[in-house]
């Protein structure tokens, strides 16, 4: 399990229900309705199980993971139903649905903290899609791709960092963009390549190495800005995520010109949504973009020789960060989609002591020109 907080839940979240959400509960109640009818036609329980995969991801979208768990089990326990009566050729395609309700089962292990549950049900996710595999199929590489990023993934959050890299590099040599030039025209084969690249300079990060995180960071750009992909509003929080965590390693390498740009450019995309109808997503985003951006007019100024002074932002930042982080309902390092962001505590941390330092400022003069002084003296002195 991991070193997170799941369990803290801020009051008066409401989170913004998905249009998909909507559409998808208005189906399985339509195909309930069938099965109440024709009990013993297997296709309405499986399209019922399908649905209900798909309505966990909805819920983990926005942030409500007991729905999201609930309706992943329940598709799992009919599947395991289903598999006792089914003929040969139906066991096939309800193992791809149970490797399917295994991962969603593993993302909200995922975002709750919890690694080693996680790691588990990935596990036999890509267990069965290994059983599926078949070379000439694309769908089929697709899926045992995901089986391979996620568990690297999760074994990397669990500490494993090597097995964690070597797995979402194994399965990012199954899509077709890792012998590629061009970004992916499909949005499948798009979000799976740049969520990989993403999770891949994480762990680099982790390792020390901010020169390859930022490659994988510009990669996962490339991917989700890809023309044939423009306009595709899902795609919006996935590239400022990208955008932003290049901003990270930007910063990171002493860049700050081109770290300020690329925090600003996912800044935009996200405010191409008003606030009110950011997803959940988009919002562990935007926190992550306000606690980076008080990083870094904090760090810029250290690096440039200077003293802290009252006009500087870095305090308004990390109180955006933190407004938004009280408004979410789970305070944990990962977002819905499993990137992770800064802590709730860390930021907290971080404000405390920038305001300790403001308050020591303004005892010295409006523009802390008294306290710049006194530092000065000091150096003198020494």
């Known amino acids: 399990m991991g070193s997170v907080d799941g369990q803290g839940l801020a009051d008066g979240y409401e989170g913004r229900p998905s249009v998909s959400l909507k559409y998808h509960l208005d189906s399985i109640d339509v195909f309930r309705k069938l099965q109440q009818k024709q009990p013993d036609v297997l296709l309405w329980q499986q399209s019922i199980a399908f649905l209900e995969v798909l309505i966990s991801g909805d819920y983990l979208q926005d942030a409500k993971v007991d729905p999201a768990m609930r309706h992943a089990q329940e598709a799992l326990q009919i599947l395991n139903r289903l598999d006792k009566i089914a003929d040969t050729a139906t066991k096939s395609t309800l193992a791809g649905q149970k490797a399917a309700a295994h991962s ?39 899926n045992l791709a995901d089986g391979y990023i996620n568990l ?19 399965g990012l040599d199954l ?35 901010e020169n390859r995180a930022l490659h994988s960071y510009q990669r996962a750009v490339s991917m989700f800005d890809s023309p044939a992909l423009a306009n595709r509003h899902m ?16 910063a990171a390498l002493g860049y ?40 870094l007019e904090s760090s810029s100024t250290q690096r440039a020789g200077k003293a802290a002074t009252v006009g500087s932002h870095d305090c308004e930042w990390y109180e955006k960060s933190l407004g938004l982080w009280q408004k979410l309902p789970i305070r944990n390092s990962i977002s819905p989609n499993g990137f992770k962001v800064p802590e709730f505590h860390t930021v907290s941390n971080k404000l405390a002591r920038c305001q300790q330092v403001r308050g020591s400022l303004s005892s010295f003069g409006s523009d802390g020109s008294g306290y710049n002084k006194r530092l000065a003296g000091q150096g003198r002195q020494e």
């Open 104 to 142: 969603k089962i593993g993302d909200t292990f995922l975002f709750g903290g919890h690694w080693q549950e996680a790691a588990s049900e990935y596990r036999t996710e890509l267990a069965l899609y290994k059983e599926l595999y078949d070379v000439r199929d694309q769908g089929a590489r697709g």
């Open 152 to 170: 690297g993934h999760a074994e990397s959050l669990e500490g494993n960092l090597s097995a964690g890299l070597n797995s979402i590099r194994r």
């Open 175 to 209: 899509l077709p963009t890792s012998t590629s030039l061009d970004p992916p025209a499909d949005l499948d084969t798009a979000v799976a390549s740049g969520n990989a690249l993403i999770y891949q300079g994480e762990i680099q990060e982790r390792l020390g190495d």
């Open 235 to 250: 795609l919006h929080a996935l590239t400022a995520t990208a955008d932003a965590k290049a901003a990270d390693a930007l």
């Open 256 to 295: 700050d010109k081109k770290a300020g740009d690329a925090y600003q450019k996912a800044l935009t995309i996200l405010k191409i949504q008003s606030d009110s109808e950011l997803t959940a997503q988009s919002q562990y985003t935007l926190l992550a973009i306000y606690a980076g951006l008080g990083d």
